[in-house]
């Protein structure tokens, strides 16, 4: 009878060897996985003592306290400035490069232009006997186009008769003493004209140059401003969560809105 027992005891033994031996198995196996699925999930998690394992969360909010009206009022008043308070700092240097050259290019053709001015008033003072301090373009235009008062008056006035007639007294008296001092009185003149238009260049360029730096800096001012951020203080913002629970048996994968007030 005891030989007929001992297959079934030994049976039971093994039996409940291998179950005893394969819960411990088991238990390694999730273990396992659930540690490897918090490492994947904790580097979109920076926060360890406020967020929780296998989750991400992001909302929006003024990073650093940078506001977008100073950002764009820097700009206004100094190119790159808006930059330099967003913390650009490279591109803040050529912003500033850019206000610096189109200044120095604005005084340096509107100095050549009046110099070039100063040389065709006195060229024509001494070559024409002409008065043309305080003078219109228009009026020097034609100083440099007519010989003298009466080539203006006669020939000058025949395809336009509604153009003012002028007498010959010193204040509008020219005489050039041949062409060729005419020609250098003009090409003076279109020098100084010429330099006084690149000066305005200059000056459109420095409107434009603060104009894209104000643009600029909003729109980085704006950026951080709705930068994905890990982790977000209580009530500043919306905020919202993507948790992963592949044990669960009810939600494995949840995700949800945080109003954030």
Known sequence: MRQCLLPFVVLFFLTSMGASASEPLQTSILCSMD???????????????????GSLEFGQGETGGK???KAALFSALVPGGGQYYLGNRKKARYFFAAEVLTWVGYLSFYQYGQWRKDDYIGFAASHANAQLEGKSDDFVDLVGFYDNTDDYNGAGRVGDPGRP????????????????????FRDIKNRSRDAFERAEIMLGLAVVDRMVSVIDSIRDALRSKRRIRTTEPAGSGPKFEFSIDPFSSRRQLSFAIYPGF
Not at 36 to 53: I, P
Not at 165 to 184: I, N
Request: hydrophobic share 30%; net charge negative; aromatic share 16%.
């Open 35 to 53: 540690t490897r699925l918090l490492l994947a999930t904790s580097e979109f998690d920076t926060d360890q003592t406020t967020g929780t394992a």
């Open 67 to 69: 506001s977008v009206y």
């Open 165 to 184: 007639y002028f007498p010959d007294v010193p204040e509008y008296h020219w005489q050039w003493q041949s062409t060729e001092e005419r020609l250098a």
